[in-house]
Structures are given as C-alpha cells and as structure tokens.
C-alpha cells in the first residue's frame, strides 16, 4: 500500500517536473547575463542575478504591453455586460425560439476567426479603425459575445425562477428585476467572465496581428516579433516572454479557482 | 400589458448581440464563401465570379496536401496525449489527496499562457542543440525535433509523401504541455461528480480497485470524453499562432497548417481568393464536429 502510494506521487511529481521545466528554463535564462548566455549553457545556473534582458526585453515591450492594456480593460467590461444582458434573457424570459437564437449566437464560439477575417478588415478600413485599439476592442467584443452569453446564461441558469416570479408579483418590471435581484447576484459571475475575457484577450493573436501593424500592436505580436528577429538574443526573448505572460500568469496564481470555473464552462454544458 | 412590455424590453436587450453575430458572424462568412469564388489574387479586389477555381487549385496544391496531412496526424496525436495525460492524471489526483491542489495549479497554470509564449519557449527546448538534447545526449540521441523533415512510414498519395511528420511531434508536444490542463479539470469535475456511495457499492459487491474504475468510473466519464474530444479537435482544426511562433511552416512545410498557409497567402501575398478558400475549408472541418455536437447537448440542456 505505501509503495503504491510512493509510485502514485513519483508519477506525479516527475510529471509536475516536467510541466514547471519551461517555467524554471525562462527564469534561469533570464537572469543571466549576456556572456553566460550560450546554447551548450541552457540549463546552467546564472553565476549573478543580472536585470539587463528585463530592461531590453521592457524597453522593446513597454508600449505594446500600454496597448494591451488599453485593449484588455475596455473590451473585457463591455463584452460581459453584454453577455449579462444576453444571458438574462435567455435563461429568464425565454420565448419561442430563443433556443435557436442561442445555439446560433454559440456557433461564432468555434468558427475559425479566418473565416470572417478579411471582411472584417475590409469592415474596418471602410470606417478607418483598422489598425487601430478601437478596431481591436470591437473584434473583441463582438467575439467574445457568444462565451460571455454562455457563462451567464448558465450562471443565471442556477438563480431560481420563482425569485423571478416573487418579483413580477410585486409589480417590478424586466430593468427592476435586473437591477434589484439579477446584477447584485452577479458578482461571481462577473468575476469568472472577466477572468476569461482577461486571458483570452491579452492572449490572443490572430487579430492582433492582422488588424493592427506597428504602433498599435498588442504585446502579443510584439513577443513574436522580437523572437523571430535575429539579432535579438533568446535571454532578452525569455525575458520578454515571461513580461507579456506576468498578467494572466498573476490572475491565475491569485484568482485560479474562478479560472478553472470559466475553463469549465465553455465547454457549452457548463 | 405590462407582461407584454416587459417581453418587449427583453428582446430589446438581445437584439443588439443578436444583430452582431448576424453581420458579423454568419454575414462575414457568407461574404468569405463569396470572395473564395472570386478572382480575387491580387492587391486590389476583383470580385468577377470564378467558380470553384481556387478550391481545384488547393487540392492540387503541395502545401496544401501537406497541411492536409500535417492537421490529420497533429489532431490524432495531439487529443490523444490530452486525453490519456488528463484522464491518468485525474485518477492519480483521484487517489492521492495530499498536495492535490498544488498538483492541479501545476498542470493548468499553461492554460493561462498565451499560445504564443508557449511556442517561443518551446522553440528553445526542442531546438535540436540545445534545450532537452543535451540531457538526451547521454544516451547517444539527438532527435532533430522540428527541424526534422522525414515522413514515418510514408506513401506518396498525390503529389505529397502521406505519412507521420516527424517534426509535428515536436509541436504536439508543446500543445499537450498547454492544453492538458483543459481535460484535466474536465476530469477532476467529473470525477468529484461521481457519488462516493456508487464505490461503496461496488466495492460492497466484491470489486476490486481497477473493476470499480473500468466497469463503473470510466463509462460515466464517457460524455466528458466526447466534450473534450470535440473541443480539442476543433482547437487543433483551428490552430494558428503556436505553430506561427514556434516553428513557422518548416521545410517541406513539415509543420505547416491551414491557419498558417491561410494567414500567409491572403495578408503577405495578397492571394485573397485562395485565403478565403482555405478558411472556408477549415470552417467546414470544424463545422463536422461542432454543429452535430451543439444540436446534440442543447437538446440535452432544454
């Protein structure tokens, strides 16, 4: 019984190596110094904690990293209040054919974004956001609706109808009941919407990169840019890496179980 | 009346998304059918009618045969090892309660990176002189990983070798390090939802360990299974910016995918018909696994 026990966790720790491995290569390469910085030396410790890759690889980022942040904030808030919206309706005031309504907003869940892109830039250069945050924010959002709706549709799933009924009794009309029962009730919700709306967004990279060049990069694009220069050294990329992936990294290490909640329910049943 | 207002008030708040995805969503394909129609092939728009002249010419294409290939033997692979990983994982954590938790935040965490990141760093470990070689070099193997252009048990079947490419395994592995996670907490839900009386039941009636897993756990995880298989496939169908990042379309076009041939040929070469093609083609690749599967668990859900 204790030898299984042992082989279980020696299983799961040498898995548990190997998934910390990249982390643990990014960290040590790094930190180290230029001349330390070799092929044949990967996996050596830095002999010195030396901060020059942070302050290139920061110095190369900083106003993409502003970009993403611009982008991020706006499009994250928007889409889920959109998707409370949604949600409301379509778990509490059903009506015929909301059901169709619903599976056709999921669908735009898993297109492939190619499929709808070079409209879409042709859209946006027609009203002069292409290449622009605003552009961004509105792909965002307009994508990011068909998950926001499915997770508070499936939060409010949960709240019970005869709330909702208590309510209309007492005379509060669709907005009271929003406002008084539905939104105060919504603060997980909102919570695990804006975790995943967070990370997906500062994440993603097929908009990015084909709807913004130069000046209005995400910090994305600009990770991959300085990693298929060059002359760039591959301490500066890691340290670069690890820049753009510090945010969701940090909402994960702080706020994961809200995380794995979102994870859960994109996958439609929730 | 006030029923009827406030029936009003709610197809009020819908429309606005609803009218969205409309243009956005099912009008922008249409309009992407319409331009892989076209003749299209040039910096400036020539929408005159082509017919089905650039899906011929796809079929017909190398590249395209190989991102055929590469997709079929990435998305084999790649839910495969998800699968299996997040299933022994699960039951292990299943077994072991000590130090579960810091297990599970081990396994996810890449969930939260960017495909990206994970295609940069991978880049470095699976570089064939360095990263994971040189511990490899103990033992006398020096796997080219992504670099690598051999074709496992390959037979020509139209203009291209039909077989494994080596170099996708490189990319597999990085796909499985970040997308494990996924069915690993799929799993870990299940699991938690099957009731701890159902055990005692069996083992009551005489089971041992591995029967009450195979006979009575493992069928009532068969539709989390179909979940993560659906959504996985149709990650791998979509896959674009970690095989961009880490190892680009490779000689041969070893690692080359149709998001990545599709990204290439319409926003650096300008072949915007044949772009919309192959975005059509991967739409309706997805469209094979998703539509049956969304009919199928909304009729569940209502």
Redesign the interface.
Known sequence: MVVRKIAKYAVLIAIALFFLTPVCVMLITSFKPLDEVSLSEMWSLPSAIDFSSYTHAFSELAPNLMNSLYLVIPATLLSAILGAMNGYVLSKWRFKGSEVVFTMILFGMFIPYQSILIPLIQFLNSINLYNSIIGLIFTHVVYGLPITTLMFRNFYANIPDSMIEAAQVDGASFLGIFRQIILPLSITGFVVVAIWQFTNIWNEFLFAVTITNNNAQPVMVALQNLSGSQIVQWNVQMAGALLAAMPTLLVYILLGKYFVRGLLAGSVKG | M?IT???L???L??A???L???I??????G??GW?SLSNWNTLVPDMSFAGLKNYIYLFGDYRFQADLRNTVFFTILFIGFVII?GLG?AI??D??KK?NSL?R?????????????????????L?P???FN?FLQVFGIQPKWYTDTNILAGFQWGSIEFGLPVAMIAVVIAAV?QMT??SL??YV?GLTGIPDELREAARIDGASELQIYRKVILPMLTPITM??VI?MA?IS??I??LI??MTGSGANFVTDV??VY??ET??RGNY?AN??A???I??LL?AVF??P???N??R???
């Open positions: 006030k207002r406030d029936r008030m709610a197809l708040f819908l606005p998304s609803f969205l995805i409309v956005f969503v099912y009008g922008f394909i309009w992407t331009v990983l994982l292990l954590l077994q072991t130090g297990f935040n081990i396994f996810l965490f890449p969930m939260a990176l960017s495909f990206v990141v994970t295609g940069v760093v991978w880049q470095w470990l570089n002189s360095t990263g040189q390090w996670g996924f907490a799929m839900a979940s993560v959504i149709h169908l979509k674009f910016d961009y990042a149709p998001g599709m990204f319409t926003f915007y772009g919309a192959i975005a059509i991967m739409l997805v998703i539509v599967y969304l009919i668990s909304r569940g859900a209502s």
